[in-house]
């Protein structure tokens, strides 16, 4: 069961993702339970946005960075995240709200055999 991750990304995810890299480049996600936006998921242009020892990477998502605040991570740590799109208003600052849609966080608790494989994979600080 190698093939075990932190975070995913639905086919209509990927595809937002795609086409705002094709708008505006390399791009990293960044979920922080901020004030502003709640904890969804934001994403930037990469080097918009930077990430410190605070956060950690989760993983890629479409081959973008997918970092999270370690605040966050406490409390999601026994989930996988799957980031999906629905309609509406994104993030204030994520670049998908001119697009008429929204990142969205859903998550499901791992399996006793995901868990044992990601007990022993540690996540990586940024920074």
Known sequence: MNDV???SATDAALRLIE???EKHGSLLFHQSGGCC???SPMCYPRGEFLV???DVKLGEIGGVPFY???SQFEYWQHTHLIIDVVPGRGGMF???GP???RFLTRSRLYSDDE???LEDMPVERAG
């Open 5 to 7: 991750s932190r975070v």
């Open 19 to 21: 086409r705002l890299r």
């Open 99 to 101: 697009e008429g849609l």
């Open 94 to 96: 994520s670049l998908e």
């Open 37 to 39: 936006d709640g904890s």
């Open 115 to 117: 868990w044992a494989v």
């Open 68 to 70: 999270m605040s370690v």
């Open 52 to 54: 410190g020892g605070s």
